[in-house]
């Protein structure tokens, strides 16, 4: 049976998919194999998934950011779905999740494997719920062989809420908000109906085997996050953690990669204190947190009341971010979404590093003010975080190429250019010559920066053509793709 990656990391092996996470991330190679091997880091990596270009989890690499798409019983559509991976991953999904609850399950979920170049993660419960009239009548077997299926498949990495119990259940009585995980909500409904204990804790061990033959890394999921600042750092969910510890040790035991979930909605200031707590309780497994949400009261707005929260969580070690869209509370989020909440959870994921001292993060930002200093608006533009955006605000007021080297933009208008009038007083001065050389963009170091210099932003891994069964899909196209 071919090794997981952690397996082959503790036997001391440096495998392609470690040299090329190695070569991406701008690290040594040993240093990685070690993350690996000490299950501080993640190479999620299924054996079966032939188009993946490999990329690592962990807090001493570049935070990471997931987007979640999938259909519902009310937007069902395989070409939908192709559309929303190629739109994560152009606007720079490092992870997708595909949480399809609709109809078409298994078609969607072999495409978008085999024309993914990042990592694809399931909620295999999710499925479990499709196949029978009453989750109640969800078995063991039944649990296991949608496990296995989606293993087949070429599934990454997989959310298990293996960590709510019985005897957490009570704990949840007083919140204001209940449970508000998906997965946890469900199984709780099956262990009061059927007075068993959770089938995903129960099962565990045998869960983990078919992890360990496919390399699917396992999402410890937090079935009791908080979903309200009332309910969040309460005695259930950290009666949660406590057991996704215990689960993290199972599952390393049997050479499965462990990541685990976090909160949800936490008041700012404990938002790190969190992120300690669950590196504590589950000895460094690379923490993968939703937002969290620092305030229950903007909905329309939670991409950015839970960017907040994530830049704070990933400054205190959190690896990896899932994203959170305008949308949130509120409805499906459509492409427009997926674009917003991808650029605020990429922004929190990048301010992280650069707060950290990630090396060659800061880079990046050094280039880009090198090249608005210099009025160059095309550099400026291909730097951004979304090129797109970027050049189409410059050019809704100043579209003509002659701007393109203007040295003012209509933001304060060339009279009241503060870069240009200091650029001007330098020049009286004579200071500028010697600053024109410090910034001379090809002599900069930054030069070298094109792109992020770590992350995936490659769309054209995505292609814009797929076939299935005969049959060729063709994604509408961005705009300026
Ligand atoms: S006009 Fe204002 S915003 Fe525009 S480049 Fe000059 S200083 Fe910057």
């Not at 991976?85 to 999740?97: E, K, P, Q, R, W």
């Not at 649990?143 to 296995?148: G, I, N």
């Not at 929190?348 to 003010?369: I, K, M, Q, T, Y």
């Amino acid at each position: 049976m071919p090794k997981t990656q952690l397996q082959r990391a503790r036997a001391g092996e440096v495998t392609p998919a470690i040299e090329r996470v190695a070569e991406r991330e701008n690290r040594d190679v040993e240093f990685v194999r070690e993350q690996v091997a000490q299950g501080q880091a993640v190479v999620p990596n299924n054996h079966a998934h032939e188009s993946l270009d490999p990329m690592v989890i962990g807090r001493e690499f570049a935070t990471k950011v997931n987007a979640n798409i999938g259909n519902s019983d009310e937007t069902s559509d395989l070409r939908g779905e192709l559309q929303k991976l190629h739109t994560s991953v152009h606007y720079g999904a490092d992870t997708v999740m595909d949480l399809s609850t609709g109809s078409n399950l298994d078609a969607i979920r072999e495409a978008n494997v085999a024309h993914s170049p990042v990592p694809i993660g399931t909620v295999p419960i999710y499925e479990a719920v499709k196949r029978v009239d009453d989750p109640a009548d969800i078995t063991h077997e039944l649990l296991l062989d949608v496990v296995e299926k989606q293993a087949e498949q070429g599934v990454d990495y997989m959310t298990i809420h293996a960590g709510v119990r019985m005897e957490h259940l009570p704990l949840t009585d007083g919140r204001k908000t209940g449970i508000v995980s998906r997965g946890g909500s469900i199984l709780a409904q099956w262990m009061e109906e059927n007075g068993m204990e959770n089938p995903l804790y129960a099962k565990f061990e045998e869960l983990c085997e078919i992890f360990a033959e496919h390399d699917v890394t396992v999402s410890l999921g937090d079935g009791l996050r908080p979903g309200c600042l009332a309910d969040a750092g309460d005695d259930a969910q950290y009666a949660e953690l406590e057991t996704l510890g215990e689960l993290t040790r199972t599952a390393w035991d049997r050479g499965v990669q462990v990541m685990v979930e976090g909160p949800g909605h936490v008041p700012m200031d404990e938002v790190a204190a969190n992120v300690e707590r669950q590196q504590a309780v589950c000895d460094g497994a690379p923490f993968y947190v939703l937002g969290p949400l620092v305030t229950d009261v903007a909905p329309g707005y939670d991409h950015i009341t839970s960017a907040i929260g994530a830049t704070e969580a990933a400054r205190a070690g959190a690896a990896m971010l899932c994203y959170v869209t305008p949308k949130e509370h509120l409805g499906l989020p459509d492409e427009t979404d997926v674009r917003d909440g991808l650029a605020a959870y990429r922004i929190a994921a990048h301010s992280a590093d650069v707060a950290n001292g990630l090396p060659g993060a800061r880079d990046w930002d050094d280039a880009l003010s090198e090249a608005r200093y210099a009025f160059d608006w095309r550099r400026q533009f291909d730097l951004a975080l979304d090129p797109e955006r970027a050049r189409e605000f410059h050019d809704q007021t100043l579209p003509g190429d002659n701007y393109k080297e203007a040295r003012f933009c209509s933001m304060c208008g060339v009279e009241f250019c503060s870069m240009r009038i200091d650029q001007d007083a330098r020049d009286a001065d004579g200071e500028m010559s010697a600053i024109d050389d410090e910034t001379d963009l090809d002599a900069s170091p930054a030069a070298e920066v094109n792109r992020p210099p770590v992350g995936t932003h490659d769309t054209e891994r995505v292609p814009d053509e797929i076939e299935i069964d005969g049959v060729t899909f063709t994604p509408e196209s961005h705009a300026d793709d």
